[in-house]
């Protein structure tokens, strides 16, 4: 065999390893790089099988210079569909959708743009108009040396071949995988574009709008709580995998202990049981709603439609028990008329907590702060003789996480505008998001939220309080990694044994750590909830 044509099979064989690999790479978890791997991708071996008979079929090359062009721009269309279709199941375990993806768009990307430095920010635009130009170069290369070689027979049986393989071998492979098994069949990026775009479609369209579900039976004397102020609150991706990944339960341990500690010298006690949310990884709202109004939600179109309804819920069943209602919003920056759906006496969003303290995260404000702006809310209802159910959605633990805010012990002055030392501010802020592993900032973030329980619980003093700490949803699929379980932690803390003793009856565990089995969904923890709060009439 001559040089030449050595160089030349040498070429081909770069060419068809280049064209498999671009659609056949993994993600490296928990990163937004990725890998070679071992997988095979049916859509490389339907293109080269294609081409080579095609190739038999006439005279003249498949392809004309212009057409290479233009299918190679069409192939870097496919390599970055499955680069954000592999990415997006390892990072934030789901596939995408397109439809809802492009709603969120805008905010993630003011989000991003808001807590990311400049120059990250830069980097990410730079990349973004590169990449696509980096990858037509080869790839442009490698079709227009495959289009080259079907002109020879012999080329056009090794391209023939090596298509037939790959088809014959994924297709084995995805017939002998187990449904959720690890498989060598590499997702083929040609239907999930397909797959996605017709989805979009029918959601634009409402052809696939089902009808809204019926609201459970939500009586209750509340007896058991008849009295004390009741706290809902829904901690931001507060998931089981805080529990479960030793990288983040070493982190987050020191401040559970204080916490646990916090419910001993104050008389508090925890019962705990783990709930199946009906969201993953963002999409709080859908958790809120679903525990809210006792309606598993886990569509942003049924979310949006119930929400202009009139539906009983959890604050409209305290509301008709003499409680005033207020939540506490502070991710609500713009106008929320949906709101009026919970039936809240008063909503107290991002603008009426005043906030004047230094910046943290996306939303500026601090879960203590929000805490103690709670507590003065509240007091002002309890002067005019109403006991309180409120209702407050953290936001410290929000990804990216960091910097995480320093923990105040003195809660007087978390309300003012210098609620930190300046030597403590600096530290937090020097500590910024490592954007390739955000695990580190996540368990910093969580053990401040535990800090903030316990000092929360001991400002308290005889208040008779019923608190219920819900986590919203796991965080992203980054940090769970992939196949994480849905599951969140659900504790209720109260002085009041009988309340405890019923909830226990409801299948909650004494102390902080949950059960190893989920007992219920966010949706049905609402009436058992409300069962052991006072009982069906």
């Not at 790479?25 to 859509?43: E, K, V």
């Not at 027979?153 to 090596?162: D, K, L």
Request: one cysteine or more; aromatic letters at 10%.
């Amino acid at each position: 065999m001559t040089l030449r044509r050595l160089s030349t099979w040498a070429g081909l064989a770069l060419a068809l390893a280049w064209l498999h690999a671009s659609l056949a790479f993994a993600n490296i978890w928990p990163t937004l790089g990725i890998r070679l791997n071992d997988g095979l991708s049916l859509d490389a071996g339907l293109a080269l099988l294609a081409l080579a008979l095609w190739s038999a079929r006439t005279p003249t090359p498949a392809l004309s210079p212009r057409a290479v062009r233009r299918w190679s721009w069409v192939w870097v269309v496919l390599i970055i569909g499955h680069y954000i279709e592999a990415t997006a199941r390892a990072l934030y375990g789901r596939s995408v959708n397109i439809y809802w993806d492009l709603k969120l768009l805008p905010d993630v990307g003011s989000m991003f743009a808001f807590v990311a430095r400049p120059e990250l920010v830069a980097a990410v635009v730079a990349v973004a108009l590169l990449v696509p130009v980096a990858l037509y170069l080869p790839t442009r290369l490698a079709w227009s040396t495959v289009v080259k070689a079907c002109e020879l027979p012999a080329g056009r049986r090794v391209i023939a071949t090596v298509g037939t393989a790959l088809v014959a071998l994924w297709t084995t492979f995805w017939w002998i995988t187990p449904p959720g098994g690890e498989t060598r069949a590499v997702r083929s990026v040609v239907w999930s574009i397909a797959e996605e775009t017709a989805e979009f479609a029918v959601e634009a369209s409402g052809l696939n709008r089902r009808s809204l579900p019926d609201t459970p039976a939500l009586d209750t004397s509340l007896t058991a709580v008849r009295g004390a102020d009741v706290l809902v609150l829904f901690l931001e991706s507060y998931g089981m995998t805080s529990w479960e990944r030793p990288e983040i339960t070493t982190v987050v341990a020191p401040a559970r202990d204080r916490l646990a500690h916090a419910l001993a010298d104050t008389g508090y006690s925890v019962v705990t049981t783990r709930v199946e949310s009906t969201t993953f990884g963002g999409e709080s709202w859908l958790a809120h709603i679903s525990l809210l109004s006792g309606i598993e939600v886990r569509d942003p179109d049924i979310n949006r439609r119930l929400m202009l309804e009139t539906r009983t819920t959890l604050p409209r069943v305290f509301s008709q028990a003499g409680y005033h209602t207020l939540a506490v919003m502070p991710g609500i920056q713009l106008d929320w008329p949906e709101g009026r759906f919970y039936g809240f006496d008063r909503i107290h969003a991002f603008n009426d907590l005043k906030y004047a303290g230094p910046s943290f995260g996306w939303w500026d404000v601090t879960d203590q702060f929000a805490l103690a702006r709670l507590d003065q809310f509240a007091a002002e209802a309890r002067r005019a003789g109403q006991p309180v159910m409120a209702f407050l959605p953290s936001i410290s633990t929000h990804a990216p996480f960091m910097p995480v805010p320093p923990y105040q012990p003195d809660w007087s002055r978390i309300v003012t505008p210098t609620p930190y030392a300046e030597a403590e501010l600096q530290r937090a802020y020097e500590d910024v998001p490592d954007w390739t592993d955000l695990t580190p900032g996540y368990s910093k973030a969580l053990a401040y939220t535990h800090d903030t329980l316990a000092g929360y619980l001991r400002t308290q003093g005889d208040r008779d309080l019923v608190l219920v700490v819900v986590g919203d949803h796991q965080p992203a699929a980054l940090i769970t990694g992939e196949g994480a379980t849905w599951d969140v932690p659900a504790h209720v803390i109260t002085r009041r044994p009988d309340l405890l003793q019923r909830l226990r009856d409801q299948g909650f565990v004494d102390g902080l750590a949950p059960p190893a089995q989920t007992r219920a969904r966010m949706d049905t923890l609402l009436p058992l909830l409300l069962s052991a709060f006072g009982g069906t009439r």
